[in-house]
């Protein structure tokens, strides 16, 4: 059987990327593709379950990404091509990272559009209080506006159409552009706190309650810690 791939389409709130993984799976050039949004994980949990963003959630956390991940691993291996849409930052690569040691062929792309476009694209839709809203899409905008040796990942979608970033996206993923590679730092004897280094050095004022509380449960499940 042909193993699948999995290919990550990530970045603000606003940056259109649930509506462009929709159609990058749709027309998919494999037999079978499913997208797979990492948001419905958390929306499955019923009796028991705690808002992700509470330190009380970290256990929950974890077991949810990781139910994630091994979702995505096996659809890739029964031959699928996986598209993963989600906020999936470069400070949340490290089991990504894992995947692709294991033998996986993982694709990164983060979309970004300019702050105003941003803003404009995301404000109204959310069940939030559109003052909670204006600050966490600032937040998560500014988180991704500056990714360092990551930057050569993104499609700054300000003057794109959806069309226009779905042919980008088909030619990348074509020519394995945006394609992770192993690398050994990930994979250190305490790999998660260089994850935790990579982190603080990305975004030291970083403060999206989701992002921060994933963190703090993968950290803390290792033995370190993740200041606040």
Known sequence: ?????????????????TTIASIVAHESDFAK???MHTDDFY???????IPPHLPESQEQNLVVVE???EAAKRYAHGGYDVIVDGIIGPWFLAPWMK????????HYIVLRADKEETMKRAIER??????ANIELVE????????????????INTTDYSIGETVSIIKEHIKGK???????REYHRESPLLCVELIFQSYFPSATSPTSLSVWRCFISSKGCRLSA
Not at 2 to 14: D, F, L, N, V
Not at 177 to 183: A, D, Q, V
């Open 1 to 17: 059987m042909h193993q699948g791939r999995i290919i990550i389409i990530t970045g603000s709130p606003g940056t259109g990327k």
């Open 33 to 35: 593709s499913v997208h």
């Open 43 to 49: 929306h499955y949990l019923s009796k028991g379950a």
């Open 67 to 69: 139910a994630f991940l």
């Open 99 to 106: 995947i692709v040691q294991e033998g996986y062929e993982v």
């Open 126 to 131: 959310t069940k939030l209080s559109k003052e």
């Open 139 to 154: 937040v998560m905008w500014e988180q991704f506006a500056k990714i360092g040796d990551y930057e050569s990942f993104v």
């Open 177 to 183: 552009s945006i394609y992770l590679h192993y690398k």
